[in-house]
């Protein structure tokens, strides 16, 4: 039988393709533990876009001269990165958007005030970043459905026994839930949940803007309705992120935003669409940071999605050994082998924000707060965390300088 080892990458080799790590930060070097966040770029990128700015960029779709015609080859050649990527059956399913709030923003808005109504119900997950969270709940409540949460479990994890009383509670029309968790690392039933959710008759949302950057995505497999993500989140600039959506969901909705672009003929009488993905891009769209986004796509994929969640895996799972070392800290969230690279925790008697200035006299760059999760944070029974999150750039060393921080904070503060 043929044995496949587990891909392994080399985080110090790529560590030189970021520039970012050539710099001391108050005269340290920097370990930033803040990819979950936004993640740092490579060279690959913020040349690429250079490049990209000072020789071929003119505005898109709308000339016919050269350079506008290499410009729209680039853009339209970041489509099929991004088709590419996720297993999309067609460029006509990816919408470029501003972020992966605009993406979940377009589903609620365009999908859901056609519809939802009363009786109908909207299913989130308690672990949604509020991206997820809130447009779906002031689309419930323009529309008049339900808005309902599948709760989680003292170690975060998705509580699936309540679904059939929430089935109970009216018809439900969307399920919508993030992959893995910002907060928590929690990775969730996403295949099971889609399953559930068809099952119900309703459409399936996925908001994968954790999951796409460390780890293979097939929405074709998956079976999703929707999938947004977040150019920033994988080395990509902001600016930029993808909408994949069924084809005929997306032919069968309204617009999202209206002018430029978007239309086929304009007259006082009548205004009529422009065909997919167009029909949802209205006005010039952010040419350059498209283009990025699909360079970040090619660095990551010559990498190997697999290995950087490899990566990412053995490195939280040191950090979790690590951080049971010192009893003043709770660790939030599921065990190791269930979770992503993205660590939550608390120091007693340490304000999280108070964990967080102590660590960056130290170097090392994490982040504090409720981390756009606020109904999570609340059912974890505090009102922040700190958090700790790695990508394929993230070195055990910085771990243990994250551990060295903690016992400081706690020996100065707690
Ligand atoms: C799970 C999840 N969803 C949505 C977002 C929002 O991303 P953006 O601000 O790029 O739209 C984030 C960002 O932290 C996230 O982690």
Request: proline share 5%.
């Amino acid at each position: 039988m043929a044995v496949t080892a587990t891909p392994k990458i080399d985080a110090r080799r790529l560590r030189a393709d970021f520039p970012v790590f050539d710099r001391p930060i108050r005269g340290k070097p920097l370990a930033y533990l803040d990819s979950a966040n936004s993640a740092q770029k490579p060279r690959q990128v913020l040349d690429a876009m250079h490049e990209f700015y000072a020789y071929s960029y003119a505005n898109v779709h709308r000339a016919v001269y050269d350079l506008s015609e290499r410009s729209t080859a680039a853009f339209e050649g970041a489509r099929e990165k991004v088709r590419a990527l996720i297993n999309a059956s067609s460029t006509r399913e990816v919408i470029f958007t501003r972020n992966v709030t605009e993406a979940l923003n377009l589903v609620a808005y365009s999908w859901g005030l056609a519809n939802l109504g009363p009786g109908d119900v909207v299913v989130i997950t308690e672990l949604e970043h509020h991206a997820n969270f809130v447009p779906w709940q002031q689309i419930a409540r323009r529309t008049g459905a339900e808005f309902r949460a599948i709760p989680f479990d003292d170690q975060g994890e998705l509580m699936l026994e309540s679904l059939d009383e929430l089935a109970r509670q009216g018809q439900i029309k969307v399920v919508a839930a993030n992959w893995i968790s910002n907060t928590l690392g929690t990775i969730n039933p996403i295949e099971k949940l889609t399953s559930w959710a068809h099952e119900q008759g309703a459409i399936m949302v996925v908001d994968a803007a954790q999951a796409v950057p460390h780890r293979s995505v097939d929405v074709q497999a998956l079976g999703c309705d929707f999938l947004g993500f977040t150019s920033h989140k994988l080395c990509g600039p902001t600016g930029a992120g993808a909408l994949w959506g069924r084809a005929e969901l997306l032919e069968s909705m309204e617009p999202f935003e209206m002018g430029g672009e978007m239309i086929r003929s304009v007259s006082v009488e009548e205004t009529t669409w422009n065909e997919l993905p167009y029909k949802f891009e209205a006005g010039t769209p952010a040419i350059a940071e498209a283009y990025g986004m699909g360079v970040a796509i090619d660095y990551l994929e010559a990498i190997g999605l697999e290995a950087i969640d490899a990566h990412e895996r053995e490195l939280v799972g040191y950090a979790m050994d690590r951080l049971a070392e010192l009893p003043f800290v709770t660790v939030y969230g599921p065990p190791a082998e269930r979770r992503a690279g993205i660590l939550s925790f608390n120091v007693d008697g340490v304000h999280p924000h108070d964990v967080a200035q102590m660590l960056d006299f130290e170097g090392v760059a994490v982040r504090a707060g409720h981390h756009c999760t606020q109904p999570l944070v609340r059912r974890l029974g505090v009102s922040a965390t700190t958090r700790a999150s790695f990508y394929l750039y993230s070195l055990p060393e910085e771990v243990d300088r994250l551990v060295e921080g903690l016992r400081k904070a706690k020996d100065m503060l707690g």
